[in-house]
């Protein structure tokens, strides 16, 4: 176990590489023998399981890589901590500069499969669906400062839950990375990001949400191979020979032509031999093959990014039904995105405060918070602020401050008269918000609360 902060713990070589011996193929005994595994604390070959999975499932691969993809572009901010309504204090100011300056100093190298900050918010983020990830973080100083350089996903043969009846059930580090009766030790502190996520109340050795998509899986795996064996068949004329009784010449030779007509037109059999083509049935409908594979793409769909909209109503362009689904998906988005930043806040944040302060003021500590805005429709915005703010028929002129008023409705306040836009400098088309006043001539129309002149001019605005 090293003692000094910057040395790795965790040394990973070829054998994480060839050790991936699991067959690409599985009958659904042995995927169920490989959850069961995962009883006895070992993770290694259930995390190998979901490898293969992804491997081997385009439709899985292409969820994943859809969720992680979204992720890595919501971004963290990071926020100063402060109480409420106050203003953060200079030493939370210094703090929160610490950590905007760790996350862009990530230098990692590739060749080793090290991380970028990105790169550790998508291994994070893959906890969602693995329920367990562990990563380490190589520290260095810079600046006689503690940073992190880079991050390393662990392979999962470096930790397990202990097996021995006499241990505490938590997960503990195997440095060795052998297998069988090997000495467990605890995770030293700032080193690793831990990330354990239950798909439901069961232990998180077998609460792995990808396991419920195990089964199905198998099925895809097994419809394809079936599906492309019937394809062979497709259409082909089912083809029944006669031959005497004991003429074991005649019979081998018309099983060799009944073989050669599935690829010939035209067959030469002896006189008397009698052959029949039968149209081959059912080719027109969807086979059981086909069926299991669009269940097991349709499940998937459901269970990563909560919608199929993509496979089920593609054709119906539904608007309605569609901003439902995108709705549904940005959900489960921020849900991974808040996953996240808890991990990181109290482990990763946590120990570049600790590392570089020492016991840190919790009210100073800063946060890792995921960038994300919830889409705002402007006409419904400013059909409501025209209702709420202006002072013709229908309308209410409400007072209000203008600083709120510029931020509600997402426009930046002008500072001065200068370069102001005047709405009769461009044609405008006639607008259908409660309470426009056309203007002279019919031309445009005019907002309200708008005074002509760039500004607005309601009761409590100006």
């Keep these: 176990m090293a003692e000094d902060i910057t040395a790795p713990e965790i040394h990973i070589d070829a054998r ?52 992680m993809q979204t992720i890595a572009r919501v ?25 905007r300056r760790a996350i862009k ?46 991050s390393l996903l662990i392979p ?123 149209v081959a049935s059912g080719t027109g409908g969807v086979g059981p093959s086909e069926r299991l594979m669009e269940m097991a793409d349709r499940v998937c769909d459901i269970f990563i990014l909560g919608q199929t909209l993509a496979t089920d109503v593609a054709d119906s362009r539904s608007r309605a039904l569609g901003e439902v689904h995108a709705e549904v998906k940005n959900e489960v988005v921020r849900s991974v995105c808040d996953f996240v930043a808890e991990m990181l806040n109290s482990q990763l944040v946590g120990a570049l405060i600790s590392l570089n302060y020492g016991e840190p003021n919790p009210q100073e500590v800063p946060e890792l918070v995921p960038d994300i805005e919830d889409p705002v429709d402007e006409m419904q915005q400013a059909s409501r602020a025209a209702i709420l703010f202006g002072k013709g028929m229908g309308q209410l002129g409400v007072p209000v401050k203008k600083d709120w008023f510029y931020k509600h409705i997402n426009v930046p306040e002008p500072e001065d008269d200068t370069g102001l836009f005047e709405p009769g400098s461009a044609p405008s088309a006639p607008s259908t918000l ?3 006043q056309m203007q002279p001539g019919g031309h445009g129309a005019t907002a309200p609360g708008h005074n002509g002149e760039g500004l607005w001019s309601r009761a409590g605005i100006d």
């Excluded at 011996?21 to 070992?42: I, Q």
């Excluded at 409420?84 to 200079?90: I, K, Q």
């Excluded at 190298?109 to 969602?128: C, M, P, Q, S, W």
Aim: glycine share 8%; proline share 6%.
């Design 16 to 67: 994480d590489r060839i050790y991936m011996d699991l067959r690409r193929k599985l009958f659904p005994v042995e995927v169920e023998g490989v959850l069961t595994s995962a009883m006895d604390g070992s993770l290694y070959y259930q995390n190998l399981l979901f490898t293969i999975m992804c491997d081997t499932w385009p439709r899985l691969q292409k969820n994943l890589r859809e969720l």
């Design 75 to 99: 971004g963290f901010k990071v926020r100063a901590s402060a109480e409420e309504g106050e203003e953060p204090s200079d030493a939370a100011n210094e703090k929160a500069d610490l950590v």
């Design 105 to 150: 100093g990530f230098h990692p190298e590739i060749v080793k499969r090290e991380r970028t900050f990105n790169g550790l918010v998508r291994d994070v983020a893959t906890t969602f669906l693995t329920g367990i990830t562990v990563t380490e973080i190589h520290w260095e100083v810079r600046n006689l400062e503690y940073m992190p350089r880079t």
């Design 156 to 278: 999962a043969r470096f930790y397990r839950f202990p097996y021995r009846l006499d241990e505490p059930d938590q997960l503990m580090m195997n440095p060795s990375g052998d297998f069988g009766d090997v000495e467990l030790f605890p995770f030293p502190a700032q080193k690793f990001v831990i990330s354990v996520y239950e798909g439901h109340i069961g232990h998180p050795a077998t609460s792995a949400p990808l396991r419920c998509l195990a089964a199905f899986w198998a099925a895809s795996r097994f419809g394809l191979e079936w599906f492309m064996t019937n394809a062979q068949l497709f259409g082909i004329p089912f083809r029944k020979g006669r031959f005497q009784k004991g003429d074991k010449q005649g019979f081998d030779l018309l099983c060799q032509m009944l073989q050669n007509m599935g690829a010939a037109g035209w067959a030469a059999l002896p006189e008397g031999t009698d052959v029949e083509l039968l």
């Design 434 to 436: 409660p309470g426009h």
